[in-house]
């Protein structure tokens, strides 16, 4: 019984990851990611809104503005 439980408890404390064909799978359906992509083709131009700053649209799609990172004036 002691090592039943030794055994389960060290299966439930194993890395996260998930399996590598889940993750290329989930990647090369990201239009952002370069995996999947054509060669020499650049992502969508809203990709990298993480970055400093952001583009802000209105519901036409009409850029309206943007808001910049105080970080990166």
Request: aromatic fraction near 10%; proline fraction near 11%; hydrophobic fraction near 30%.
């Amino acid at each position: 019984m002691k090592i039943l439980i030794a055994v389960i408890a060290v299966s439930l404390t194993a890395c996260a990851t998930p399996p590598q064909w889940i993750s290329n799978y989930y990647n090369s359906q990201d239009p952002c990611q370069s995996v999947g992509r054509a060669p020499n083709t650049a992502p969508p131009s809203w990709c990298g809104a993480s970055r400093s700053r952001t583009n802000i649209y209105n519901s036409n799609g009409n850029f309206i503005g943007y808001t910049r990172s105080p970080a990166n004036p």
